[in-house]
């Protein structure tokens, strides 16, 4: 069935090339890139693509007679009043555009598929006429993501964390000591932190540290203990957790400078020492175009 859809936001990122190069005019960086060294080779790659893409969006909206505005990832501000909002970059712009989202659809467009992660890109340069047309048309499956709601001593701090939370010491580097609750039982931690997340996030970080890797239509949030630590080497009875929807995760934090890691370093939240922090499904999923059951 054909989809009403005729405002779309398209929300980019800077090129790592135009932040470094062209707007902070970074000396060092400009030195690297005349040297060919392999720390910056990928960047006039990655800034090519990238632009071509955006090319290749506003081409693709003028064929189809849509109306468009577009804005920086950096300059956001309201999204009501569209149908549609378009994100060109890579996941990270993705999950940050997705934060200012309640039900309306999201697709993301990986700009630059050699060099940036794109898992939640729902098409990707050289694809882009193909898949706003078939949105249109209604031949694209709309998925219904889980996202994480968190409070602090009760009160609701964030309602659409899509990847995953850490939380742990402001400094990862030191020893993150709390009271972790899980299905009524409490226990006291030292480690490195704890990720938590729904779905989307097991395919990252959670992944990473040794989670396993959940449907994306899962509503189960999942929680992993990075670096459990006890002197004998014994581990903590909860290391690892499935959270069934309508159940929650309590943290107690004794840490004088602990934090949450929201959805990455970009929202870190402080949190003294005796908040509680708790975690459970939000009420607002995401609504995301194209993306495949990896």
């Known amino acids: 069935m054909k989809r009403s859809i005729e405002r779309i936001l398209v929300v980019s990122k800077k090129s790592a090339y135009q932040l470094y190069v062209r707007q902070h005019k970074m000396p060092r960086v400009r030195e690297l890139l005349r040297k060919r060294d392999p720390s910056v ?6 800034d090519k693509h990238h632009s071509e893409t955006l090319d290749e969006v506003r081409a693709a909206i003028k064929e189809l007679g849509l109306k468009a505005r577009f804005r920086d990832r950096s300059q956001l501000g309201s999204v009501d009043g569209f149908d549609l909002v378009v994100t060109v970059g890579g996941d990270g712009t993705l999950l ?3 934060h200012a989202l309640a039900a309306t659809p999201i697709l993301g467009i990986n700009s630059a598929p050699l060099d940036s992660v794109g898992f939640l890109a729902g098409a990707k340069q050289g694809d882009v006429l193909a898949k706003l047309k078939a949105i249109v048309a209604g031949r694209t499956p709309l998925q219904k993501l889980a996202r994480m709601r968190v409070l602090v001593d009760g009160r609701e701090v964030h309602r659409r964390i899509l990847n995953e939370v850490l939380f742990a010491h402001k400094s990862p580097a030191m020893t993150s000591r ?5 299905e009524g039982q409490t226990e006291e931690h030292k480690s490195s932190g704890f990720y938590i997340g729904p779905a989307v996030g097991s395919t990252a970080a959670i992944r990473s540290a040794g989670g396993k890797v959940l449907p994306l239509r899962s509503r189960k949030l999942q929680l992993i203990v ?3 630590y006890t002197p004998d ?3 903590f009875a909860v290391e690892k957790a499935l959270i069934e929807p309508g159940m929650k995760v309590e943290a107690l934090n004794k840490m004088r400078e602990g934090c949450l890691f929201l959805d990455g370093p970009r929202q870190p939240l402080a949190l003294e020492i005796g ?3 708790s975690f459970e499904l939000s009420p607002e999923p995401l609504f995301a175009f194209g993306i495949e059951r990896r």
């Open 41 to 46: 080779e990928r960047l006039v790659r990655a």
């Open 96 to 98: 940050s555009v997705s």
């Open 178 to 182: 709390y009271f972790l609750t899980v």
């Open 275 to 277: 908040q509680r922090v």
């Open 226 to 228: 990075r670096e459990p």
């Open 233 to 235: 080497g014994s581990g």
